[in-house]
């Protein structure tokens, strides 16, 4: 498939197997995978992504639990998992203790939403030690100031949030923003990957026009609830067989 | 003291801006705001103005006298029930309305528990011919219903929040969730001391009018300084608002009464002082009720306004660094002290502001002779309903 590009998957949804299988089936099409690890308050999503969250933790499955499934995903060499959590997630059990989780389960980068490029630091040199990255956003709100600092030192990728809004939302990306992608691209030696409302290889497409890659989520999550594993991935064949270079 | 919070929001250890980076921006903007409102005479003297003679201020502190016959605690009353609206809340509002409108946003968005802060930012929204969206618990909605109906009338729309506990913290989510999309065109008016940065410093100096009166009342009127100062402490602004008159006097014994609920167990109360940890919620590093897998636990109190698993940051400051002391009142001690301030005083209380008065009630013993100014946050008209229900009356 073009591009670089990722995969969110709610860990251990809609159960631990099914998760690992639905993993191991992006992974053949796609660059990274993003894994939430579900918190109870989750504010920078969608009601997909909350409800699929309520569910894991309904069922009582903890971070350990979700950690203990990655580990049984086989991610081909060159490929990535992230984690994708909120910042209580790491905050109230200490830097050290979820990055050796992570680093035990082979996740090697990690997303948190709720914490913005000025709260960055505490949690940016602990992962650093671990050789964990912190992946660092430019959202269309971001200055060229903010993009010139955040972007030059980013490792991983950049986490281009493509609207003002939540996961789940439609994408619609303003002649502004586009040029801030384009800016961000300038600066960046990790590719800018486009994120928030990317439901289909048409709105894929449209993220493939500006930016290094897509990430695609609550469409995926929807699919996997619905058709099961061999339903996302018929549906990730078809995005990736669109998207061919 | 140095003044607190520090340039990047943080008190001491706690507070911060966890917030998605689309809000960053909004916030710096927020606080270039707030800065320029505190160096304008114009935009004080508006406010000043109307808090004067539209909200009612400054409010009585009266003098509880059969209440304290009874008691043998000597029981202060500073009335933030007699504000416009029934609650300390507008205080607040009134001053966040006017920021809103100085930034050009003509949209407020708040979130609700008990509808006080709810029905403060909808009369705002009127005065100032704002557009108004409240988030309210769906639980909320129903033990509150009188609220609702008044946001309704002043114009605002109540959008139910379904998701988690469907009660305060839930509807601080959906508002979050708004001002991403909307940040343009929206402010949202945060209604307590929680949040990131600016709100825990500007909600507390928008409601510091609290303690400033009182402080000045009891000295000119009632013959001098208090032993004690009690606040119900939800997220913590009428508590934040009343003690920052008195901070700069040692002598004096700060106390913030969370909900004691009816239990030591998860769910059964809001003590987060005494069960929390540690934690990030909203926007800020403060004490937390979470779980051992660090999720947000679940939350009671009769009171819709103290049913909150965080609290304000600067409060978090205040615990650990024993500036305040941090007790509990249980839901029955509080509708206990609700009862009796009506029968004696004919004053009835909110629930929230009851846990105030049901601590100092209580623990009579404690306080025997001493002077205590008791912070009563709001009146008890929205509360009819569970009263009546919890009393049998
Ligand atoms: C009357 C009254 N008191 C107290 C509170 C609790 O809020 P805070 O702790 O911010 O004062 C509320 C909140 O809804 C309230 O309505």
């Given amino acids: 498939m073009k591009g670089y590009n990722g995969l969110y998957l709610m860990g251990n949804f809609p159960d631990p197997e099914a998760f690992v299988e639905a993993s191991n089936a992006g992974l053949a099409f796609f660059d990274f995978l993003e894994v939430g690890v579900p918190f109870s308050d989750p504010v920078a999503d969608g009601p997909v992504i909350e409800r699929a969250a309520g569910k894991v933790l309904a069922k009582g499955y903890r971070a350990e639990d979700i950690f203990a499934s990655i580990e049984k995903i086989a991610c081909p060499p060159g490929k990535k998992i992230y984690i994708m959590t909120y910042a209580n997630q790491v905050f109230a059990r200490g830097n050290g203790a979820f990055a050796t989780m992570m680093k035990r389960s082979g996740a090697s980068g990690i997303i948190l939403p709720d914490v913005p490029s000025v709260e960055r630091?505490?949690?940016?040199?602990?992962?650093?030690?671990?050789?964990?990255?912190?992946?660092?956003?430019?959202?269309?709100?971001?200055?060229?100031?903010?993009?010139?600092?955040?972007?030059?030192?980013?490792?991983?990728?950049?986490?281009?949030?493509?609207?003002?809004?939540?996961?789940?939302?439609?994408?619609?990306?303003?002649?502004?923003?586009?040029?801030?992608?384009?800016?961000?691209?300038?600066?960046?030696?990790?590719?800018?990957?486009?994120?928030?409302?990317?439901?289909?290889?048409?709105?894929?497409?449209?993220?493939?026009?500006?930016?290094?890659?897509?990430i695609m989520g609550t469409r995926a999550i929807e699919k996997l609830e619905s058709d099961g594993v061999s339903g996302l991935q018929g549906f990730l064949k078809e995005i990736a067989m669109a998207l061919a270079e | 003291m140095k003044k607190l919070p520090d340039e990047r929001g943080y008190f001491g250890e706690y507070g911060g801006k966890?917030?998605?980076?689309?809000?960053?921006?909004?916030?710096?903007?927020?606080?270039?705001?707030?800065?320029?409102?505190?160096?304008?005479?114009?935009?004080?003297?508006?406010l000043k103005n109307l808090l004067i003679n539209y909200a009612g201020?400054?409010?009585?502190?009266?003098?509880?006298?059969?209440?304290?016959?009874?008691?043998?605690?000597?029981?202060?009353?500073?009335?933030?029930?007699?504000?416009?609206?029934?609650?300390?809340?507008?205080?607040?509002?009134?001053?966040?309305?006017?920021?809103?409108?100085?930034?050009?946003?003509?949209?407020?968005?708040?979130?609700?528990?008990?509808?006080?802060?709810?029905?403060?930012?909808?009369?705002?929204?009127?005065?100032?011919?704002?557009?108004?969206?409240?988030?309210?618990?769906?639980?909320?909605?129903?033990?509150?219903?009188?609220?609702?109906?008044?946001?309704?009338?002043?114009?605002?729309?109540?959008?139910?929040?379904?998701?988690?506990?469907?009660?305060?913290?839930?509807?601080?989510?959906?508002?979050?969730?708004?001002?991403?999309?909307?940040?343009?065109?929206?402010?949202?008016?945060?209604?307590?001391?929680?949040?990131?940065?600016?709100?825990?410093?500007?909600?507390?100096?928008?409601?510091?009018?609290?303690?400033?009166?009182?402080?000045?009342?009891?000295?000119?009127?009632?013959?001098?300084?208090?032993?004690?100062?009690?606040?119900?402490?939800?997220?913590?602004?009428?508590?934040?608002g009343i003690f920052s008159g008195f901070l700069h006097l040692t002598k004096i014994k700060l106390i913030g009464v969370e909900a004691g609920g009816y239990g030591n167990a998860p769910g059964e109360h809001s003590a987060r002082m005494r069960k929390g940890r540690r934690g990030i919620l909203h926007g800020c590093i403060t004490y937390l009720l979470q779980s051992d897998d660090c999720q947000v636990l679940p939350v009671h109190s009769v009171s819709a306004g103290l049913d909150y698993p965080a609290v304000g940051p600067e409060h978090a400051f205040f615990k650990d660094n024993e500036i305040v002391e941090y007790v509990r009142c249980s839901d029955k001690e509080a509708l206990e002290a609700c009862l009796m301030l009506s029968k004696l005083e004919g004053i009835i209380p909110a629930l929230?502001?009851?846990?105030?008065?049901?601590?100092?009630?209580?623990?009579?013993?404690?306080?025997?002779?001493?002077?205590?100014?008791?912070?009563?946050?709001?009146?008890?008209?929205?509360?009819?309903?569970?009263?009546?229900?919890?009393?049998?009356?």
């Fill in chain 1, 121 to 214: 630091a505490r949690f940016e040199n602990d992962f650093a030690r671990y050789g964990i990255d912190l992946v660092r956003f430019i959202t269309p709100e971001s200055t060229h100031e903010q993009i010139q600092n955040a972007v030059p030192g980013a490792r991983g990728f950049v986490y281009c949030i493509s609207i003002r809004g939540i996961t789940g939302s439609a994408l619609v990306l303003d002649a502004e923003t586009k040029r801030k992608i384009v800016y961000a691209r300038k600066y960046s030696s990790a590719p800018v990957v486009l994120g928030f409302g990317i439901r289909d290889a048409h709105s894929a497409r449209i993220a493939l026009e500006h930016a290094d890659g897509f």
């Fill in chain 2, 18 to 46: 966890f917030v998605p980076e689309t809000l960053i921006n909004a916030l710096e903007e927020l606080e270039r705001a707030y800065r320029a409102f505190q160096k304008s005479r114009d935009m004080k003297n508006e």
């Fill in chain 2, 57 to 240: 201020r400054p409010t009585p502190v009266y003098f509880a006298a059969n209440l304290s016959r009874k008691t043998g605690v000597e029981i202060f009353l500073k009335r933030e029930d007699l504000l416009h609206t029934g609650a300390h809340k507008l205080n607040n509002t009134i001053g966040q309305g006017l920021l809103s409108r100085f930034m050009s946003k003509r949209r407020l968005i708040a979130e609700t528990g008990a509808g006080q802060h709810g029905v403060a930012t909808a009369t705002v929204a009127a005065l100032l011919g704002m557009e108004c969206t409240v988030y309210m618990g769906s639980v909320d909605i129903e033990r509150q219903a009188p609220n609702v109906a008044r946001m309704k009338l002043l114009g605002a729309e109540v959008i139910p929040v379904e998701s988690g506990s469907r009660t305060l913290k839930d509807a601080i989510n959906a508002a979050l969730r708004d001002w991403v999309k909307n940040v343009r065109t929206t402010h949202y008016c945060l209604g307590s001391v929680v949040g990131p940065h600016p709100f825990p410093m500007m909600v507390r100096d928008f409601q510091s009018v609290i303690g400033k009166e009182a402080h000045a009342q009891m000295r000119k009127q009632w013959g001098g300084d208090p032993d004690f100062v009690v606040a119900c402490v939800g997220g913590g602004s009428n508590a934040a």
């Fill in chain 2, 352 to 393: 929230e502001s009851s846990h105030a008065l049901g601590y100092v009630l209580s623990k009579r013993k404690k306080f025997k002779g001493a002077r205590v100014l008791v912070n009563l946050s709001g009146r008890g008209d929205k509360d009819m309903d569970i009263i009546r229900k919890e009393t049998r009356i």
